[in-house]
């Protein structure tokens, strides 16, 4: 009756195993730690970078306990604070090259201690949030004027191509601010810009007025339009951060929106401001123009002329110099994907650009009208540009694809790849708050909520043992398995757990308990009715199973709207509230039913249940369950 088969055993032994073993890494806790990342996407981070950082830390006599290196950054782990700044500075000054455009960039960081073994098994600590760990808080306020004027001045470049492609003649067309103003010599044209301003340009609304001898027509973004590429750049801005730090390796940020124009952005782990600000100030954008192949234009590049008048001089990888003209064909907001590849002739690493209609279109047409010209693929990064490849256009390409290569290695196709699908901002931000978050604070928030859970795990069991006896031990048992289970599955999860995060998991101690408060009294109800004890078992757990189900799923329904409409610390709240109601459902009736059952099923002639004060009515005396 009260018997598991074996495989349910081997259930919950597998279970305990696989929650010690992912919950210990959360034991070890971190290390101060150097990280140098590359602050140009051509800046390489390979084997003899990483052999100056050991010669610069043997150097200026720091010793580190490991220096490892992976994609995208190379981590020294060391054994103080002390050692961490001292090694910071060594790095820094070994690393420098130009002041103003540095190559990579040294921070401070933290670094688990979980052994190799745990890693290579994918054993991984819990993420902790900025209350805990410590860390960098911005608020950016979102320049939304900019972001109207950016709109503006790819209306305006719209409209002069439309009114080239209709045939509409003008005598100027200018932007000030938000505004775009349009000269006409008759008010036939007039008319006929005023035309195709409403059949093309639903954004715009325009006013026309006399001016001397010609006609103004003055354009606007309307009112509604205004709003919604507010909006758009918010979410736009919100979304580029989101690429460009989750792909730079800073884990678990929060970034999200704030009123009608700001941002909050935390970083768990960067304690160095500097740091933090590069990350958020880090992108590349893409600029496709024509070289300038003018007879001025080729002396410049020769270095014997200077550079004609509408053009420009930039550097390609070579260093060798290549005259582009002003005019911007296209843009990295063209772009939809960026992926490194490989060229199918040469094998040379490539970037593969696919581009959106209106990218497609221009690029076709550019194309088609250049052919036997060169056309320039400048990367910009931190307001420097660098030409990356300035192929001569041999035929019209179509399709929306496009590949640009140049001498790049593997890992500057994967970078340059990867800054370019980051994006650039919709609109320009300014950091408006700054906070900093030592880890011995963070420390201190994780050392008293730790005591919070502790001690309440530690009272609750008691009164369960005082009040229960030896079924209280077995709740307490399943309790602690629950507790194990919640902390490994976060840690599988790779959740971020914040101070709500662990005002929520002592709450669900109390909530698990209540299951097998349940059980017990039901046992109890039983017992009370004359039930023999292996009965009263059996109907006890089955009975109360029904009740559990149900209490358990009303609040794992409120859990989910918090999880669903909640933000910031409610959300991390709603995590672990959700998760500790699942993993409690397990621990409170299938394995504390198992110990039950690996105690008193195997004996058939079982008299009396050690679960504390049983009280029979009838007989109007209490009577005592015996101990085994």
Known sequence: MNRYPL???????????????????????????????????????????????????KSAGVTAQDVSRDATSIKVRLSSTDEQLKAKDALQKALAGDPQSPDYVVALNLLTRSPAWLSALHASPMYLGLDLRGGVHFMLQVDMQAALAKRAESLAGDLRTSMREKSIRHSGISREGQVILIRFRDAQTLNAAKALLLDQF??????????????????TIKPLSARKIQEQALQQNITTLHNRINELGVAEPVIQQQGLDRIVV??????????????????????????????????????????????????????????????????????????????????????????????TRIFREVTRENVGKRMAILLFEKGRGEVVTAPVIRTEIGGGRVQISGRMTTVEANDTALLLRAGSLAAPMEIIEEMTIGPSLGAENIAKGFDSVVWGFVAVAAFMCAYYMLFGIFSSLALAFNLLMLVAVLSMLQA?????????????????????????????????????????????????????????????????????????????FAVVHCLGILTSMFSGVFFSRGLVNYWYGRKARLKALSIGTVWRADAGKAIQAQKD
């Open 7 to 57: 495989w349910k055993y081997v259930i919950i032994a597998i279970s305990l195993v696989l929650a010690a073993l992912y919950a210990l890494p959360n034991l070890f806790g971190e290390s101060p730690a150097v990280q140098i990342s590359s602050a140009k996407a051509m800046a390489k981070l390979d084997g003899n970078l990483q052999g100056r950082v050991e010669e610069a830390l």
């Open 202 to 219: 639903a954004d715009l609304e325009g006013l026309d007025a006399p001016e001397g001898s010609e006609f103004k027509l003055t354009a």
């Open 266 to 359: 935390q970083l768990p782990g960067v304690q160095d401001t500097a740091k933090a600000k590069d990350i958020l100030g880090r992108t590349a954008t893409l600029e496709v123009r024509m070289v300038d192949e003018s007879g001025e234009g080729q002396s410049a590049e020769r270095g014997t002329g200077m550079v004609p008048f509408g053009s420009e001089r930039y550097l390609d990888r070579n260093g060798q110099a290549v005259i582009v003209k002003k005019q911007v064909i296209l843009t990295g907001e063209n772009l939809t994907d960026a992926q490194p590849g490989f060229d199918s002739q040469t094998q040379e690493p490539t970037v593969n650009l696919n581009l959106d209609a209106k990218g």
């Open 496 to 572: 971020t757990l914040t101070l709500p995060g662990m005002a929520a998991m002592a709450l669900v101690l109390g909530m698990a308990i209540d299951a097998n408060v349940l059980i017990n009294e039901r046992i109890r109800e039983e017992l009370r009715a004359g039930a023999a004890p292996q009965a009263a078992i059996n109907i006890g757990y089955d009975r109360a199973w029904a009740t559990i189900f149900d209490s358990n799923i009303t609040t794992l329904i409120a859990g989910l709207a918090l999880l669903a409409f909640g933000s910031g610390p409610v959300r991390g």
